[in-house]
Every structure is written in C-alpha cells, then in structure tokens.
T-cell receptor, first 109, second 115 residues
Framework: QKEVEQNSGPLSVPEGAIASLNCTYS??????FFWYRQYSGKSPELIMSIYSNGDKEDGRFTAQLNKASQYVSLLIRDSQPSDSATYLCAVRGAQKLVFGQGTRLTINP | DTGVSQNPRHKITKRGQNVTFRCDPISEHNRLYWYRQTLGQGPEFLTY????????KSRLLSDRFSAERPKGSFSTLEIQRTEQGDSAMYLC?????????????FGPGTRLTVL
C-alpha cells in the first residue's frame, strides 16, 4: 500500500463547475497536509495547507481533512481553464513530505 | 520577494559523467530539502538539511549521490558516474523553522537528461 494515494485521473470538469480532488494516507500520526499545484514542465506550487479536522477555505479553494478516515480533499469552486494542472497531495512525515502521484485535472471551456 | 532558485535549469550529460546542481533557499529559511521527480510521479524525498547539518537521507540516495550545505545557506547536490536512470527533475525546497506545519516552497527545478 502506498503511503499517499490519489486517483491519477485525468479528471475532466466543465468551466464554472466544482472540481473535487481526493487523497488518502496511511500514517495515522501525520499532522500536516498540503496541496500543491503543478503545471506541465514546472515545479510544484503550494496552494493549501491544513492541520486540523474540518474545512479550510482560501478564495476558490477549500481543503477538507478527516483524520479518523485518513482522508484529505481539495475542492475548487468556479473552475477556470487556468486551473488545469496536476494537483499533488502531500503529507508531512517527520520533516520530509510524502507525495501522492498527483491527479491531472482538465477544465473544459 | 526572492524565492528558491536553482541552477542550472537544464543539464544534459553523457552516462558516466559527474554533475552538480545548486540550490539557493529563501534567505530566512534554515531548512532545505532535495527531491527527485520522474514523469507521472510525485516528488520523492532525497535528503534534508537543517542549517549546515544533513539530518536525513533517503535510501534512494545511493553512494553516487552527495549533498552539502557548507555554510547553512546554499546547497549542492552532486551525482557521480551518472546513469540513464538518474534522468529526472531535481527539486529543491526550503522552509522556515517557525512556520507551523513546515510549509515547503519549491524552486523551479533542474531537469537532468543522461544520454
């Protein structure tokens, strides 16, 4: 079992709709969770961090964490074509980050 | 605002050659990380420095790989006797000690191609 799992996609969403990205992790003691956006050929860009159960909102992005279910998700409201990218879920293990393989998201105009 | 910088951005080398990459972290950050990313995968941790001390190394970091951070500022990653399997994007990230959760910010990466 991989430490951090994501559906690799591709996930296709119409412009203006809500995109929902999911991630599960195996280490129950993990305390810090991150979402990175990565455009093709570029490096990962941190877009959300979440540490407590519940929801955290930042603009069009909402991160959701459920530690009991070992599940973290990212919602993107009013999806734009510029949101088309690979989204990486990362879980902090001691100091290093452990990444999922990423979900490729395509927003269709 | 100066982010993490990496040089070179691209490196093409022949199998068996040595290569060295440089990373300059965000100036106030004392923690520096190296990751490697291959196509279709998430980044994989290689090694971590706090100030000048190398505190953790992945099993991925074979004896052909060495990293240094001599004065606790910039870091170098050297790969000796490169192999085609070393072709990847090498990413450097930094974080500040006081930031909750240890948010890590990535540089643009160095793309290595071994022919």
């Amino acid at each position: 079992q991989k430490e951090v799992e994501q559906n690799s996609g591709p996930l296709s969403v119409p412009e203006g709709a809500i995109a929902s990205l999911n991630c599960t992790y195996s280490d129950r003691v993990s305390q810090s969770f991150f979402w990175y956006r990565q455009y093709s050929g570029k490096s990962p860009e941190l877009i959300m961090s979440i540490y407590s159960n519940g929801d955290k909102e930042d603009g069009r992005f909402t991160a959701q964490l459920n530690k009991a279910s070992q599940y973290v998700s990212l919602l993107i409201r009013d999806s734009q074509p510029s949101d088309s990218a690979t989204y990486l879920c990362a879980v902090r293990g001691a100091q290093k980050l452990v990444f999922g393989q990423g979900t490729r998201l395509t927003i269709n105009p | 605002d100066t982010g993490v910088s990496q040089n070179p951005r691209h490196k093409i080398t022949k199998r068996g050659q040595n290569v060295t990459f440089r990373c300059d972290p965000i100036s106030e950050h004392n923690r520096l990380y190296w990751y490697r990313q291959t196509l279709g995968q998430g980044p994989e941790f290689l090694t971590y420095f706090q100030n000048e001390a190398q505190l953790e190394k992945s099993r991925l970091l074979s004896d052909r790989f060495s990293a240094e951070r001599p004065k606790g500022s910039f870091s170098t990653l050297e790969i000796q006797r490169t192999e085609q399997g070393d072709s990847a994007m090498y990413l450097c990230a930094s974080s500040g000690e006081l930031r909750r959760g240890n948010e890590q910010f990535f540089g643009p990466g160095t793309r290595l191609t071994v022919l």
